[in-house]
């Protein structure tokens, strides 16, 4: 992944993650440090602190906002040291994850989850 959408998939999923208490703090520690260093690479591209967070802070808020963060960082360049810690929480968001698999189910019938599993449906008309 590129450094700048590599930056932008870990801010959206360390703000909007939801993880164990025990996975938190680490994962929370990671966040900030990689928003103060995105905030970094704006200052050194002129752009001011507080739109720098705005911009941040939106991301999450769906594709618009997302895309808007992606051109700034583009433009400001995002540097190794960030993407290094982007990588590191995107590391320890994939690690913190309960369980394999994330899945919401409402109203639906003959559904399975897991790998290799087989499933046979008969389905009788009324």
Do not use: W
Request: proline fraction near 3%.
């Amino acid at each position: 992944m590129e450094p700048v959408s590599l930056v932008v998939a870990a801010l959206v999923a360390g703000a909007t993650a939801g993880v164990s208490e025990t996975a938190a703090t680490a994962v929370g520690d990671a966040y900030r440090t990689l928003k103060n260093l995105v905030i970094g690479c704006f200052r050194r591209g002129g752009v001011s602190d507080d739109a720098g967070r705005e911009l941040i802070g939106q991301a999450g808020k769906g594709d618009a906002p997302r895309a808007a963060l992606e051109r700034q960082l583009s433009v400001v360049q995002v540097d190794e040291p960030t993407a290094q810690v982007a990588q590191q929480l995107l590391d320890l968001l994939e690690q913190a994850s309960t369980g394999k698999f994330h899945v919401e189910l409402n109203n639906n019938t003959g559904v399975q989850v897991g790998d290799q599993n087989q499933q046979t449906i008969n389905i009788n008309p009324r």
